[in-house]
């Protein structure tokens, strides 16, 4: 858009670009900034207009997007265009992804290189790689909380070690997905150190304070993330003499982004990482990045004006580049991340569907639907050009973040559900084979979560065990049907290492000092590379999971009507054990997949006429697309078995 003050302010900028950057050819560049200079002028003027260095700060900005600019590799810069061109590349139901640690998986970067084989047998074709970047050692929070942005850790590598590892997964067609930790810094980052000199500059980095006066204002309404292990919101800092807001753990400063200074450095971050080679950047814990006293300082107006710029600013230098928000928050909350607007208020394209993520163990444990069904439809609808990541299990906790309304609904009382699925996940409850751990227990409010591996919470662990064959069945299907699920709901699955070939708890963090305070440790297992040689071994749990997987995945890649265009229609069935939904190829009509999936462990029925208006799967001869079978139909009911799910189509 064209605008007189922005405009002109854009020609001052440009007058005083460094010469070195005045000098080079930057068509591109400058159609991009021209196209987005009325959105960043705008969304910075909102965020720092008050300021007297406001235009200053704009040309640092200017140049830090040109400096970028000029130092992407032309192989990039193609990359740019073409995706320019086919802009909704992303939604396409080919991509699946993995998220694994470096180090667990494959010893360090170039071991990963090597390991990439494996991934492309799975069928996987993003890899996101847990974060990489220098942290102390110890005091890390697994890669979150960084000392230094520009720099890999030791331990995987080098840069060079990752920028081949670029190379070669862009040879394979794959995707790189890498961490970005937006909203802190490790309190042994430079940044830290010259705050604690009491240099202004970087003092103005942080939210420091002299005594408590502040600190205990934010501590009416912040809440706790890590109460068992950080309780509280600020740290007090002995050479710095004064107490620095650590919302997570307390070796983590909350940088302070009503400073412009931490934004464009930000900024410049990011683009340093677009610019090693990654497709997608993932931004960690976004709805954090905004404080205000007197609120919970989540999911604030700021915070999102910050994701628009940030956005819009890439867009200038490193279009083709993604941003994942990693936003735990409820499910109105989380649709914001996508932005108001896909053109004009954009965010992130891609974001973690936590809501679907908990749903499904909720579902897992009822064995029923009743809240998956009332959860998604309470999910609003979101942009185009924005895609969901959804995955059964993380790096992280399941925090059970349900909406209580919806709990109501489905019949439950919010507080002795919740207590119920705790209880259930952890083994306690009578019936679970669950092998869960609590973890972030707050004492206060008495929520919990949960921390275990996907195997040892759908009850493997418990019937190797036992020797229960008909347990392991049992369990094997309920680790497929999750991913049935998250293969086919509308957006990109996000595998979590391990899961394929149904790794266990681990409980080697036990003997580390460092981390036996973080259950969540148990669930980010060290790769037995023997254990996956058994996904060749016949009737194996190994070989059951990673074929069943990699089936789905084969399917999926093939079945337009997956791809995420907003083609999904969730329905109602008389069945409170099943979760239906139809999804239709949005590029063709008439083709369209119905999937069913029973959650319960007995056999259950769909009766065809549920499916609302006479669709083509009461007439015709079904077919399920991952198993190839025709499912069994009683009168004109369908049978689907315990914890299965079918990918139907209507056979002509
Ligand atoms: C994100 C990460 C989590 C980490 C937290 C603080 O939520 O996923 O692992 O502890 O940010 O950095």
């Not at 802009?87 to 494959?106: I, K, P, R």
């Not at 501590?219 to 068992?228: H, K, R, S």
């Not at 309780?231 to 307390?250: A, I, K, L, S």
């Not at 309920?478 to 049935?484: P, R």
């Amino acid at each position: 858009m064209y605008e007189q003050v922005s405009h002109s302010l854009l020609n001052r900028i440009l007058d005083q670009l460094k010469p070195e950057i005045r000098k080079r050819d930057l068509r591109y560049f400058y159609t991009r900034l021209g196209a987005n200079f009325y959105a960043i002028y705008s969304l910075f003027h909102v965020l720092y207009g008050k300021r007297d260095d406001f235009e200053q700060q704009m040309v640092r900005l200017a140049e830090v997007m040109a400096l970028n600019y000029i130092e992407r590799k032309k192989s990039l810069k193609r990359l740019d265009i073409e995706r320019e061109n086919d802009h909704t590349w992303f939604l396409s139901q080919e991509w699946v992804g993995m998220a694994l640690y470096a180090n667990a998986f494959a010893g360090d970067l170039q071991g990963l290189g090597k390991r990439l084989g494996y991934l492309q047998e799975l069928g996987v074709n993003m890899l996101h790689v847990m974060p990489i970047l220098q942290c102390p050692k110890g005091a890390s929070d697994g890669g979150y909380a960084v000392s230094d942005y520009r720099n890999v850790d030791r331990d995987v590598g080098d840069l060079e070690d990752l920028r081949q590892l670029a190379r070669q997964l862009r040879k394979r067609d794959m995707l790189l997905t890498l961490d970005v930790v937006v909203n802190h810094v490790s309190d042994q980052h430079e940044w830290a150190f010259k705050a604690r000199e009491g240099e202004q500059t970087y003092l103005d980095y942080f939210y420091t304070y002299p005594n408590r006066e502040v600190p205990d204002m934010f501590e009416e309404t912040l809440p706790e993330v890590f109460p068992e292990t950080s309780p509280g919101n600020f740290t007090w800092d002995e050479t710095m003499q004064r107490w620095v807001m650590t919302v997570f753990n307390d070796y983590q400063w909350d940088l302070n982004y009503s400073n412009p200074a931490v934004f464009i450095e930000m900024l410049d971050i990011l683009l340093f990482w677009a610019n090693q080679g990654a497709d997608i950047l993932r931004l960690d814990a976004v709805a954090f990045l905004w404080k205000k006293i007197g609120t919970i300082s989540q999911n604030e107006r700021e915070a999102h004006l910050i994701l628009q710029l940030l956005k819009d600013c890439c867009q200038v230098t490193a279009p083709g580049v993604l941003f994942i928000a990693e936003a735990i928050v409820a499910p109105v909350e989380i649709i914001k991340y996508f932005g108001e607007d896909a053109v004009i208020a954009k965010e992130c394209e891609i974001a973690y569907n936590a809501t679907f993520m908990a749903l499904l163990w909720d579902a897992v444990a009822t064995r029923n639907a009743k809240l998956l069904n009332k959860g998604i439809r309470s999910l609003p609808d979101k942009l185009d050009r924005a895609t969901w990541l959804n995955y059964v299990r993380c790096h992280d906790d399941i925090g059970l973040g349900f909406d209580d309304a919806d709990v109501r609904r489905a019949g439950y009382e919010p507080v002795s559900h919740r207590r119920f699925l705790l209880d259930y996940f952890t083994g306690e409850y009578d019936e679970s084979l669950s092998r869960g751990y609590p973890f972030g227990h707050n004492e206060k409010s008495g929520d919990s979560r949960i921390a275990g591996s996907l195997a040892s919470l759908a009850g493997l662990e418990t019937a190797l065990a036992r020797d229960d064959e008909e347990g392991i069945r049992r369990s094997i299907d309920l680790i497929l049907l999750l991913h049935g699920m998250i293969m086919s709901f509308g957006g990109i699955p996000l595998l979590y290492y391990g899961d394929e070939i149904g790794v266990l708890n681990d409980f080697s963090f036990m003997e580390d000092e460092e981390k036996i305070n973080d259950t969540r440790w148990i669930h980010r297992p060290k790769i037995d590379w023997e254990k996956a040689a058994l996904r060749h071994r016949h009737g194996t749990p190994e070989q059951r999971l990673f074929d069943g997987i990699s089936r789905m995945i084969a399917v999926r890649k093939i079945t337009p009507a997956f791809a995420d265009f907003n083609n999904r229609e969730l329905i109602q069935t008389g069945n409170p054990h099943l979760f239906v939904f139809r999804r239709n190829n949005p590029f063709e009509t008439d083709d369209e997949v119905l999937v069913v999936a029973n959650f319960d462990d007995s056999p259950q029925y769909l009766d065809l006429g549920d499916l609302g208006k006479r669709t083509r799967f009461e007439y015709s001869r079904l077919r399920d697309l991952y198993s190839g079978d025709t499912p069994s139909q009683f009168k004109d009911q369908l049978v689907i078995p315990p914890h299965r799910f079918y990918w139907l189509i209507a056979e002509r």
